[in-house]
Structure formats: C-alpha cells, structure tokens
C-alpha cells in the first residue's frame, strides 16, 4: 500500500522542491521505496535539484500520453538503491496533465512496490497544484515564517480540506503536516519574525519540521545534491527529523532558539 | 549594536504580521465555505437597493448559516439615518 504525500505551498519559492527531494532522499535512505513526481509541468526543477537533469529522456506527460512505458521514465537515483524521480514535461500543453492520467500512474507506481509517492506541487492554485495534491493520503505544507507566505498556505489548506479525493469522499480527508523552512530563530528572538508558534497557532496545523535558514540549502542545489545527504548541515538534520516525524516517531524540535552568544560578543556586538 | 542594544526595546514587527494575520485568514476561512455567488449577488442587490437609498456599500450584509439542518441565506441592509421613515 503506497502512501501518496503531497509537498504544497501556494506561494512560491518557499521550498517546495528543496522539500520534496529532501523528505524522499530521506525516506528511501531508512529503506523505503520512494518515488518522486515533479508536477510543474512546464517548469521542470526537481531533476536540477536532485541532480539528474542529465538522465532525462522521457517525463511525466510521456508516460500519461503512452509514449513511453512507466520503466522508461523513472530515473532511478545514483545515490539511493530505491529512490527514483519522475521528471515533468516540459511542454507548454496546459492540458497536458489529466485527473484519469495522473491516477493511472499512481495506481501503477503502487502496484509496482512504492511505498511512498512524493508528488512536488507547483506554485499557485492552477491545475498542477491542484491534480499534486488531489490524490494525497497526507500533506506536507511548506511555509516560509512571512505573511504572505503563511496566507496562501491558508488558502491551500482551504483546497485540502474541500478539493482533494479523501475529502470528497469523506474518508477522513488529508492529514496536514507544517514544515516552515528558512527560520531565523536570531530574527525571531528580536521580534522581526513569526515564530513556530505564532504559524502553527495562525493555521492550526501540528509542525512535521523546522528548516533554518542556511547557506547549505543553496548550495546544495547548485550542486544537484538534495541538502539533506550533506550531514554536515544543519538543514540536513532539520529535514531527518522531519522525515522521523512523517514516520511517526517523537523527535524533539531543534534549531528553534537563538544560538547563544558569548559575554564579550554580547558586549561589543557582533 | 553593542551596548545600546543591551536597552533598547526590540521592535516587534512579527507581532503586527500576527495580527494582521489572524484577522485576514478568519475572514477568508469565513467566505470559504459559502457559495462562489455570494460576492456577485452582494454587489447586485447593492445596486438595486441604491436605486432606492443611498446606502453605503458595507451596510449590505450577506451571509449563509445552517439552522435545523437547513440552510438559510441571511440578508441585512443597515439604513442610513435620515433615509428611515421615509
């Protein structure tokens, strides 16, 4: 049995994809078979930042049109025995993604041996975000600790709740995860931004993961190396324990307070 | 920095975005689960009533509740005070 987990945001830019590559490179290093779709179509990304962009041939539309079989495209990661990437298409073909389509390549990754199917949603409330999350067994909501940010994530929750298979069907909807990433806990502790609180009070959602804001999260995909397989980084660690989480396990927030500064720091500022 | 900011109050600019914040996603959470028409007939009666009176846009108020099981469109227009009577 697969378990279809969707990474959306509404807004843009937040982390949606340096998300989805982290949690599945996350899962599929515990052992599971994972595989991730990119469902921007037209704006294919996930294969930059999990470092395949070469590997290539056929894509998610492909496989929908009976171009090409399902084994044709999945491009099976170098660095994870059971990790695999489904590309987008890079078609302009708005249409080109269709609910009968979408499903049938589910259904089919599940009875392939799946066990967990990590669709990255694109940006806005258009179709792909809409067919990402309409199959999803859980959502993982990513939000950057800003206004605009945590309204659209609103918005989508709104989506989740009313627009998705489980919800139609009223078997229990989408269980919603939160996952704030590029948290500044120095920013937070002056007052200049929202805390881990102030989101999960605002929407009501229990938090799966706190990213902080790191230059690792960069480089790591001008590498094409999802940031979590640099253990040193703290983001790396902020993203396993969110994966601990998906899975059920208690793991205890880190990352969260200000780093303390030393006296004399304190003194003469730093 | 430094000393100075040993006692200086921290501006706290998060706490206006909470704010801010609550009251926006209530109200959106609010218009969520009503009709999409609801906005279109708002502003149509609207006009018609300012036909009549000249009532100020805010004074026309729409909303749809659930009481015993049905659902019941709720309609309130505040006059203005001089229009009353009338």
Redesign the interface.
């Known amino acids: 049995m697969a378990e279809i987990i969707v990474v959306t945001s509404g807004k843009g830019g937040v982390g949606k994809t340096t998300t989805s590559a982290s949690i599945a490179c996350g899962l599929a290093r515990r052992g599971k078979r994972v595989v991730v779709i990119d469902f921007d179509i037209g704006l294919r990304n996930l294969d930059l930042i999990m470092g395949c962009e070469r590997r290539v041939v056929y894509d998610f539309v492909n496989v929908i049109q009976g171009d090409c079989t399902l084994k044709q495209a999945l491009i099976k990661d170098k660095r994870i025995e059971t990790l695999y990437v489904l590309a987008a298409s890079q078609t302009r073909d708005k249409d080109a993604l269709t609910s009968e389509g979408v499903q049938r390549v589910l259904d089919e990754l599940a009875n392939d041996g799946f066990e967990y199917i990590i669709c990255d949603s694109p940006a806005g409330i258009e179709k792909g975000a809409h067919l990402a999350m309409y199959f999803a067994d859980r959502a993982v909501v990513v939000v950057n600790p ?2 605009s940010s ?2 659209d994530s ?2 989508i929750l ?1 989506l989740l709740a ?1 627009k998705t298979s489980r919800a139609e069907k009223g078997n229990g909807g989408v269980k919603e995860h939160l996952l704030l990433t590029r948290y500044n806990p120095r920013r ?1 502790a ?6 881990v609180d ?1 989101v999960k009070e ?2 009501g959602l229990d938090v799966v993961g706190v990213v902080p804001e790191s230059p690792d999260v960069l480089s790591a995909s001008n590498a094409g190396l999802p940031v979590i397989l640099n253990d040193d980084s703290d983001a790396s660690h902020a993203y396993e324990d969110a994966v601990a989480r998906l899975l059920g396990e208690t793991v205890p927030l880190r990352f969260v307070a200000e780093p303390k500064k030393g006296f004399f720091a ?5 | 920095m430094g000393l100075l900011s040993l006692f200086r109050k921290a501006p706290s600019s998060a706490r206006l975005a909470k704010e801010r914040l609550r009251i926006i996603v209530a109200q959106e959470r609010n218009a969520r689960g009503s009709p999409d028409f609801l906005p279109l007939l708002r502003r149509e009666l609207l006009e018609v009533i300012h036909k009549y009176v000249n009532v100020d846009p805010s004074a026309v108020q729409i909303t749809l509740g659930n009481e015993d099981g049905h659902e019941v469109l709720e309609l309130s227009v505040f006059l203005p005070e001089a229009q009353r009577g009338v």
Do not use: H, K, N, Q
């Open positions: 800003e206004i945590v309204r609103d918005r709104g009313s937070v002056s007052g200049e931004m929202l805390s102030d605002i929407l304190r003194i003469f500022g730093s």
